[in-house]
């Protein structure tokens, strides 16, 4: 049975893109990724992932990876009814790997807090029949989906390190770093707008946005 893995990179991040990725491989290999030492990408160093993603690809039939850049997913989720968002989005893009790849059954990492619905939402995008498995943290049970998780990991650490070259230091890119905020409020007291790579949709992005709208009211 050809059985992939499908899981997400950098979903509450505030810059940079989402990265959907999946791992296509025969079902009595996948004992081959625990032999590795293959687990969530989040409980691995990134040195530990970058090593594990080429030995993936090297015993995995297929893998696919699929980007949603900022400027996509703020479209979406200005634009989109609530439960056609960013889970839609997703949802869409997981379908598209699930396309690519082909298997007979795919393991998913529900982003939808109803895992049935988000596996209802990933059919319909699918011109084929295939089984789905949808859940929570599927990456912690299914050394498949783990597999997928550090693609996609190592996929969008690379995006982020190419922008930091460029940009400067703005930290993991997620709303809890301190050195993320910082940076989205130097971008609005420089040049009052943020750069394409920031998800201006989101609420901490918009939260800066009204601090530097507030204190302008205040000066008047």
């Known amino acids: 049975m050809l059985v992939a893995g499908v899981d997400d990179a950098g979903r ?5 893109p989402l990265v959907i990725a999946g791992v296509l491989m025969e079902g009595e290999e ?7 030492g293959v687990k969530d990408s989040k409980l691995l160093s990134p040195a530990a992932r970058e090593k594990l993603a080429v030995q993936i690809m090297q015993i995995a039939l297929k893998h696919a990876v699929v980007k949603l850049s900022p400027q996509e997913i703020d479209r979406f989720v200005e634009s989109r009814k609530k439960l056609h968002k960013l889970n839609w989005l997703e949802a869409r893009a997981m379908a598209k790997v699930i396309e690519f790849l082909k298997p007979s059954l795919a ?3 529900a982003s939808d807090i109803v895992e049935e619905r988000f596996k209802e939402q990933i059919l319909r995008f699918l011109p084929f029949k295939v089984e789905i498995i949808s859940e929570h943290k599927a990456d912690r049970k299914y050394p498949v989906v783990s597999a997928a998780s550090i693609i996609a990991k190592v996929e969008r650490d690379r ?3 190419e922008l930091k070259a460029k940009y400067g230091d703005f930290g993991c890119g997620y709303p809890s770093d301190p050195k993320t905020i ?3 409020r130097r971008c609005i007291q420089t040049s009052g707008e943020y750069p394409d790579f920031v998800r201006k949709s ?3 992005a918009k939260r800066v946005m009204m601090e530097k ?3 302008q009211m205040n000066l008047f």
Do not use: A, N, T
């Open 213 to 215: 709208r507030s204190r």
């Open 159 to 161: 995006e982020i390190s």
């Open 30 to 36: 996948i004992p081959k990724l625990v032999q590795l």
């Open 202 to 204: 989101w609420k901490p």
């Open 12 to 16: 509450g991040s505030v810059i940079g």
């Open 107 to 109: 393991y998913v990492d």
């Open 182 to 184: 910082e940076f989205l």
